[in-house]
Protein backbone atom coordinates (compact mmCIF):
# COMPACT_ATOMS: atom_id res chain seq x y z
CA UNK A 1 0.00 0.00 0.00
CA UNK A 2 1.62 3.67 -1.28
CA UNK A 3 0.35 6.32 1.22
CA UNK A 4 -0.01 9.84 0.08
CA UNK A 5 1.85 12.40 3.03
CA UNK A 6 -1.53 13.84 3.78
CA UNK A 7 -3.14 10.58 3.97
CA UNK A 8 -0.06 9.19 6.41
CA UNK A 9 -0.81 12.88 8.37
CA UNK A 10 -3.96 11.99 8.76
CA UNK A 11 -3.46 8.89 10.18
CA UNK A 12 -0.72 9.58 12.21
CA UNK A 13 -2.49 12.88 13.29
CA UNK A 14 -5.23 10.12 14.55
CA UNK A 15 -2.55 7.83 16.43
CA UNK A 16 -1.61 11.02 18.62
CA UNK A 17 -4.67 12.04 20.01
CA UNK A 18 -5.40 8.70 21.02
CA UNK A 19 -5.08 8.97 25.09
CA UNK A 20 -2.78 8.42 27.53
CA UNK A 21 0.19 10.11 25.81
CA UNK A 22 3.51 9.11 26.78
CA UNK A 23 4.63 10.77 29.99
CA UNK A 24 8.23 11.85 30.77
CA UNK A 25 11.24 10.18 32.47
CA UNK A 26 11.07 12.49 35.44
CA UNK A 27 7.64 11.13 36.11
CA UNK A 28 9.48 7.65 35.83
CA UNK A 29 11.44 8.56 38.35
CA UNK A 30 8.98 9.72 40.45
CA UNK A 31 6.99 6.70 40.83
CA UNK A 32 10.13 4.25 40.75
CA UNK A 33 9.01 3.41 44.62
CA UNK A 34 6.27 2.03 44.24
CA UNK A 35 8.67 -0.84 42.10
CA UNK A 36 10.04 -2.19 45.28
CA UNK A 37 7.12 -1.61 47.47
CA UNK A 38 4.54 -3.45 45.27
CA UNK A 39 6.90 -6.34 44.65
CA UNK A 40 7.87 -6.53 48.39
CA UNK A 41 3.93 -7.59 48.88
CA UNK A 42 4.02 -10.11 46.00
CA UNK A 43 6.91 -10.95 43.81
CA UNK A 44 5.01 -12.69 41.15
CA UNK A 45 2.49 -9.54 40.71
CA UNK A 46 3.59 -7.78 37.37
CA UNK A 47 4.32 -4.95 39.53
CA UNK A 48 6.81 -3.19 36.69
CA UNK A 49 4.66 -4.42 33.97
CA UNK A 50 1.11 -2.06 35.53
CA UNK A 51 4.01 0.55 36.01
CA UNK A 52 4.72 0.63 32.24
CA UNK A 53 0.85 0.54 31.53
CA UNK A 54 0.28 3.26 34.04
CA UNK A 55 2.56 5.71 33.18
CA UNK A 56 1.95 4.63 28.82
CA UNK A 57 5.92 3.90 29.04
CA UNK A 58 7.18 1.25 26.78
CA UNK A 59 7.65 -1.93 29.21
CA UNK A 60 10.88 -3.37 28.06
CA UNK A 61 12.09 0.66 28.40
CA UNK A 62 10.65 0.31 31.83
CA UNK A 63 12.21 -2.99 32.84
CA UNK A 64 16.23 -1.45 31.32
CA UNK A 65 15.44 1.47 33.27
CA UNK A 66 14.91 -0.49 36.61
CA UNK A 67 17.44 -3.30 35.84
CA UNK A 68 20.38 -0.27 35.12
CA UNK A 69 19.23 0.91 39.08
CA UNK A 70 19.24 -2.53 40.26
CA UNK A 71 22.70 -3.11 39.13
CA UNK A 72 24.04 -0.03 39.75
CA UNK A 73 23.21 -0.19 43.37
CA UNK A 74 24.41 -3.61 43.48
CA UNK A 75 27.75 -3.93 41.64
CA UNK A 76 31.04 -1.52 41.97
CA UNK A 77 30.81 -0.61 38.28
CA UNK A 78 28.73 0.72 36.10
CA UNK A 79 26.71 -2.27 34.13
CA UNK A 80 27.79 -2.30 30.78
CA UNK A 81 25.44 -1.97 27.79
CA UNK A 82 26.39 -5.19 26.42
CA UNK A 83 25.52 -7.09 30.00
CA UNK A 84 22.46 -5.34 30.70
CA UNK A 85 21.04 -6.52 26.40
CA UNK A 86 22.06 -9.85 27.30
CA UNK A 87 20.52 -9.46 30.80
CA UNK A 88 17.30 -8.77 29.21
CA UNK A 89 17.35 -11.21 26.28
CA UNK A 90 17.78 -13.86 29.00
CA UNK A 91 16.26 -12.61 32.22
CA UNK A 92 17.75 -15.94 33.94
CA UNK A 93 20.83 -14.02 34.39
CA UNK A 94 19.51 -11.21 36.41
CA UNK A 95 20.76 -12.44 40.29
CA UNK A 96 17.47 -11.36 41.56
CA UNK A 97 14.71 -13.73 41.23
CA UNK A 98 12.11 -11.63 41.76
CA UNK A 99 13.48 -8.74 39.37
CA UNK A 100 14.12 -11.75 36.91
CA UNK A 101 10.30 -12.35 36.57
CA UNK A 102 9.51 -8.60 36.60
CA UNK A 103 11.68 -7.98 33.62
CA UNK A 104 10.32 -11.50 32.25
CA UNK A 105 6.60 -10.24 31.91
CA UNK A 106 7.56 -7.30 30.70
CA UNK A 107 9.58 -8.63 27.84
CA UNK A 108 6.75 -11.02 26.61
CA UNK A 109 3.98 -8.46 27.08
CA UNK A 110 6.06 -5.40 24.92
CA UNK A 111 4.83 -5.16 21.54
CA UNK A 112 6.79 -2.82 20.31
CA UNK A 113 10.59 -2.49 21.51
CA UNK A 114 12.28 -4.88 23.39
CA UNK A 115 14.65 -8.16 22.42
CA UNK A 116 11.57 -10.57 21.80
CA UNK A 117 10.41 -7.81 19.28
CA UNK A 118 13.78 -7.62 17.71
CA UNK A 119 13.48 -11.23 16.76
CA UNK A 120 10.46 -11.08 15.24
CA UNK A 121 11.28 -8.58 13.55
CA UNK A 122 14.46 -9.59 12.19
CA UNK A 123 12.80 -13.15 11.00
CA UNK A 124 9.57 -11.14 9.06
CA UNK A 125 13.25 -9.27 7.32
CA UNK A 126 14.52 -12.61 6.55
CA UNK A 127 11.41 -14.06 5.59
CA UNK A 128 11.25 -11.21 2.84
CA UNK A 129 14.97 -11.74 2.20
CA UNK A 130 14.08 -15.00 0.99
CA UNK A 131 11.15 -13.63 -0.84
CA UNK A 132 13.27 -11.56 -2.96
CA UNK A 133 15.85 -13.85 -3.98
CA UNK A 134 13.12 -16.68 -4.80
CA UNK A 135 11.51 -14.30 -7.25
CA UNK A 136 15.07 -13.03 -8.79
CA UNK A 137 15.77 -16.64 -9.06
CA UNK A 138 12.31 -17.05 -11.15
CA UNK A 139 12.91 -13.76 -13.02
CA UNK A 140 16.43 -15.71 -14.14
CA UNK A 141 18.44 -12.89 -12.86
CA UNK A 142 22.30 -13.05 -11.34
CA UNK A 143 23.12 -12.06 -8.47
CA UNK A 144 25.46 -11.75 -5.59
CA UNK A 145 24.13 -11.68 -2.21
CA UNK A 146 24.74 -10.04 1.36
CA UNK A 147 27.13 -12.59 2.62
CA UNK A 148 28.77 -12.80 -0.90
CA UNK A 149 29.49 -9.46 -0.97
CA UNK A 150 30.77 -9.53 2.57
CA UNK A 151 33.03 -12.38 1.86
CA UNK A 152 34.36 -10.21 -1.36
CA UNK A 153 35.21 -7.79 1.57
CA UNK A 154 32.85 -5.26 1.43
CA UNK A 155 31.52 -3.99 4.78
CA UNK A 156 28.29 -2.37 4.15
CA UNK A 157 26.05 -3.87 1.16
CA UNK A 158 22.55 -3.72 0.05
CA UNK A 159 20.70 -7.17 0.35
CA UNK A 160 21.09 -7.90 -3.67
CA UNK A 161 23.85 -6.71 -5.95
CA UNK A 162 22.40 -7.51 -9.86
CA UNK A 163 25.78 -8.79 -11.61
CA UNK A 164 24.17 -7.52 -14.79
CA UNK A 165 22.03 -4.66 -14.48
CA UNK A 166 17.98 -4.44 -15.30
CA UNK A 167 15.88 -1.63 -16.41
CA UNK A 168 12.71 -0.91 -14.41
CA UNK A 169 10.14 1.45 -15.67
CA UNK A 170 12.79 3.41 -17.93
CA UNK A 171 16.08 3.23 -14.82
CA UNK A 172 19.31 0.90 -14.51
CA UNK A 173 19.29 -1.13 -11.08
CA UNK A 174 22.20 -2.10 -10.02
CA UNK A 175 21.10 -3.08 -6.69
CA UNK A 176 18.00 -4.12 -4.69
CA UNK A 177 17.54 -3.50 -1.10
CA UNK A 178 14.28 -5.04 1.05
CA UNK A 179 12.56 -3.51 3.59
CA UNK A 180 10.24 -5.49 5.82
CA UNK A 181 8.52 -2.31 6.93
CA UNK A 182 6.16 0.92 5.77
CA UNK A 183 8.34 3.54 4.45
CA UNK A 184 7.48 6.51 6.51
CA UNK A 185 9.37 10.04 6.48
CA UNK A 186 11.77 9.28 9.90
CA UNK A 187 12.71 5.86 8.72
CA UNK A 188 13.48 6.54 5.32
CA UNK A 189 15.23 9.64 5.41
CA UNK A 190 17.28 7.71 8.16
CA UNK A 191 17.99 4.67 5.55
CA UNK A 192 19.08 7.51 2.62
CA UNK A 193 21.81 8.50 4.97
CA UNK A 194 22.85 5.59 6.21
CA UNK A 195 22.60 2.96 3.48
CA UNK A 196 20.93 4.03 0.13
CA UNK A 197 23.69 7.26 -0.74
CA UNK A 198 26.24 4.54 0.28
CA UNK A 199 25.10 1.97 -1.69
CA UNK A 200 24.20 4.57 -4.93
CA UNK A 201 28.02 5.72 -4.64
CA UNK A 202 29.87 2.51 -4.54
CA UNK A 203 27.40 0.49 -6.99
CA UNK A 204 25.35 2.82 -8.94
CA UNK A 205 21.46 3.17 -8.91
CA UNK A 206 19.30 0.74 -7.27
CA UNK A 207 15.85 0.22 -6.24
CA UNK A 208 14.23 -0.20 -2.60
CA UNK A 209 11.30 -2.40 -1.65
CA UNK A 210 9.00 -1.27 0.87
CA UNK A 211 7.35 -4.77 1.53
CA UNK A 212 4.20 -3.06 3.23
CA UNK A 213 3.89 0.24 1.16
CA UNK A 214 5.46 3.94 1.51
CA UNK A 215 4.61 7.35 1.71
CA UNK A 216 4.63 8.48 -2.13
CA UNK A 217 6.37 11.40 -2.07
CA UNK A 218 9.23 9.62 -0.59
CA UNK A 219 9.65 8.54 -3.87
CA UNK A 220 11.40 11.61 -5.55
CA UNK A 221 14.75 10.24 -6.28
CA UNK A 222 14.36 8.29 -9.18
CA UNK A 223 16.68 10.74 -11.78
CA UNK A 224 19.20 10.98 -9.24
CA UNK A 225 18.77 6.88 -8.62
CA UNK A 226 17.04 5.27 -6.32
CA UNK A 227 13.80 3.73 -6.85
CA UNK A 228 10.92 2.88 -4.34
CA UNK A 229 8.30 0.37 -4.87
CA UNK A 230 5.76 -1.56 -2.82
CA UNK A 231 6.43 -5.01 -3.92
CA UNK A 232 8.88 -6.97 -6.69
CA UNK A 233 8.55 -4.95 -10.14
CA UNK A 234 6.71 -6.42 -12.79
CA UNK A 235 7.83 -4.74 -15.59
CA UNK A 236 11.67 -5.71 -15.90
CA UNK A 237 13.64 -5.25 -18.88
CA UNK A 238 16.77 -7.66 -19.24
CA UNK A 239 19.80 -7.72 -21.63
CA UNK A 240 18.04 -10.67 -23.71
CA UNK A 241 15.13 -8.39 -24.16
CA UNK A 242 16.80 -5.19 -25.30
CA UNK A 243 19.15 -6.90 -27.43
CA UNK A 244 17.97 -5.96 -30.87
CA UNK A 245 17.97 -8.83 -33.70
CA UNK A 246 20.59 -8.90 -36.61
Same mark, same amino acid.
Given at each position: ???? +????? #????????????????? +?????????????? +????????? $??? !??????????????????????? #????????????????????????? !??? *????? !?????????????????? $??????????? #? +?????????????????????????????????????????????? #?????????????? *?????????????????? $??????????????????????????????
Amino acid at each position: MILT +KAQYD #EIAQCLVSVPPTRQSLR +KLKQRFPRYLNGVG +KNGAAPVLL $ELA !NEVDYAPSLMARIILERFLQEHE #EAPPSKSVINSMLRDPSQIPDGVLA !NQV *YQCIV !NDCCYGPLVDCIKHAIGH $EHEVLLRDLLL #E +KNLSFLDEDQLRAKGYDKTPDFILQVPVAVEGHIIHWIESKASFGD #ECSHHAYLHDQFWS *YWNRFGPGLVIYWYGFIQ $ELDCNRERGILLHACFPTDIVTLCHSTASP
